[in-house]
Nanobody, 127 residues
Framework: VQLQASGGGLVQPGGSLRLSCTAS????????IGWFRQAPGKEREGVSC????????YYADSVKGRFTISRDYAKNTVYLQTDSLKPEDTAEYYC?????????????????????WGKGTLVTVSS
């Protein structure tokens, strides 16, 4: 099981980025996928997730209305569209999965419970 996040970069406040999480070794559409982030000196936090049970999506309050998670079944990829970016969104962004999690609403708040992690991609929001 391997995951890889990509798509990060430097963007001005108010800008957008589309982050991608690609997988090898398993089908992402059968499993719950989460996006997390960690800013320097801060604890890792859940940003968004999409559940395997019914594709329900959940978002942290800090990104609700600005970020959108989605799946591309053909490409075995999960995206995180990030819009209206703010300096406080600056962080390393990671994607993760856990094969036991069917609905991720609660699991999103417990990053330490997720089993498989990819390398992160850095998002820097600055003018």
């Amino acid at each position: 099981v391997q995951l890889q996040a990509s798509g990060g970069g430097l963007v001005q406040p108010g800008g957008s980025l589309r982050l991608s999480c690609t997988a090898s070794g398993f089908r992402m559409d059968y499993h719950t996928i989460g996006w997390f982030r960690q800013a320097p000196g801060k604890e890792r936090e859940g940003v968004s997730c999409i559940s395997s049970s019914d594709s329900s999506t959940y978002y942290a309050d800090s990104v609700k209305g600005r970020f959108t998670i989605s799946r591309d079944y053909a490409k075995n990829t999960v995206y995180l569209q990030t819009d209206s970016l703010k300096p406080e969104d600056t962080a390393e962004y990671y994607c993760a999965t856990d094969f036991e999690v069917r609905n991720c609403e609660v699991a999103l708040g417990h990053y330490y419970a997720w089993d498989y992690w990819g390398k992160g991609t850095l998002v820097t929001v600055s003018s």
